[in-house]
């Protein structure tokens, strides 16, 4: 029996010595048949065994650093029009101030499209009936980040501007920026007064989702154009990430639960339903009214 235990113990000693050096081999610079030779001056600093070990995990589960850095270059491509920089601005202003708020913005955002670069242009402009309160969105088009950037250069040094944006600045407790790019199959609707009401569905997607997002919403929108027409949507690129909205307009609430209810005997709606909500991780939806000024309205 003593020899068999014995046996037994000598043969996993040297299955663990095999197992050693193979991962010695394995992580090894200087391994039998790597062809470098030991008499180089100046090498490379070393990976540690961790450090090495993590970049091959990182390549079997998500292909090489190259590979990844290709992806995050050509995403924006593959899925934005590619001809313009939107802007989401969301003011949230002091209760009991809104009608104040609107007079002064009435004023400062006609001025800013009159007066600045024709680079710059202003989407729309709402105040949030249901939702988020006290709430005033507004979306702006930009030829390119160098538009977006001259703009914002412009702002620093108007007079007039900087007084009327004071001015705006008092009613408000808080603002957000996001910049965003708009999907290629769903361009932002050009100006029209439509009346009703407007509302802007906002979603918070898992990271990594938003190819698979584009393309089951490609087939959704093209039932919903069958009973409403699309006005915009956006996938964030700066500010809060991972993030997409979609604005949709409707004569009033009724009608609105008619054409979403209407949009279920489409072919691909239930299959769009069914796709992305998994990719969901927070949504909100805004019913909004326009401003006096705003270009969708």
């Known amino acids: 029996m003593a020899r068999v235990l014995l046996t037994r113990r000598s043969a996993s000693v040297n299955s663990s010595v095999r197992l050693l050096h193979s991962s010695r081999a394995l992580y090894s610079d200087e391994g039998p048949g790597n062809g470098r030779s030991t008499d180089h001056v100046a090498e490379e600093p070393k990976k540690t065994l961790p450090q090495k070990a993590s970049h091959i995990v990182r390549s079997?589960?998500?292909?090489?650093?190259?590979?990844?850095?290709?992806?995050?270059?050509?995403?924006?491509?593959?899925?934005?029009?590619?001809?313009?920089?939107?802007?989401?601005?969301?003011?949230?202003?002091?209760?009991?101030?809104?009608?104040?708020?609107?007079?002064?913005?009435?004023?400062?955002?006609?001025y800013i499209v009159s007066n600045f670069s024709p680079g710059t242009k202003l989407v729309g402009s709402w105040e949030?009936?249901?939702?988020?309160?006290?709430?005033?969105?507004?979306?702006?088009?930009?030829?390119?980040?160098?538009?977006l950037s001259k703009a914002y250069s412009d702002y620093r040094t108007d007079p007039k501007y900087k007084e009327l944006h004071q001015k705006m600045m008092s009613?408000?407790?808080?603002?957000?920026?996001?910049?965003?790019?708009?999907?290629?199959?769903?361009?932002?609707?050009?100006?029209?007064a439509k009346g009703g009401v407007y509302e802007l569905r906002s979603y918070t997607l898992k990271s990594g989702t938003l190819l698979?997002?584009?393309?089951?919403?490609?087939?959704?929108?093209?039932?919903?154009?069958?009973?409403?027409?699309?006005?915009?949507?956006?996938?964030?690129?700066?500010?809060?990430?991972?993030?997409?909205?979609h604005l949709w307009q409707y004569s009033?609430?009724?009608?609105?639960?008619?054409?979403?209810?209407?949009?279920?005997?489409?072919?691909?709606?239930?299959e769009t339903v069914l796709n992305t909500v998994p990719l969901i991780q927070q949504m909100s939806s805004r019913i909004m009214l326009p401003m006096s000024f705003s270009s969708l309205k």
């Open 60 to 110: 079997i589960l998500h292909g090489s650093e190259q590979v990844r850095q290709e992806t995050r270059d050509t995403l924006s491509k593959l899925l934005a029009r590619g001809k313009y920089v939107h802007e989401l601005a969301t003011h949230r202003v002091k209760p009991g101030c809104m009608e104040e708020y609107k007079a002064v913005v009435a004023q400062l955002y006609p």
């Open 128 to 147: 949030t009936d249901i939702g988020d309160l006290d709430t005033a969105i507004h979306i702006w088009e930009y030829q390119g980040y160098p538009a």
């Open 171 to 192: 009613f408000l407790h808080e603002r957000r920026s996001q910049i965003m790019l708009e999907f290629q199959f769903w361009p932002t609707h050009p100006p029209v």
């Open 212 to 245: 698979e997002w584009e393309q089951n919403w490609r087939v959704g929108v093209e039932c919903r154009k069958h009973h409403e027409v699309p006005m915009g949507a956006w996938f964030s690129q700066l500010g809060d990430l991972n993030q997409v909205h």
């Open 252 to 270: 009033d609430l009724q009608v609105r639960k008619e054409v979403r209810e209407a949009a279920w005997s489409e072919n691909g709606w239930p």
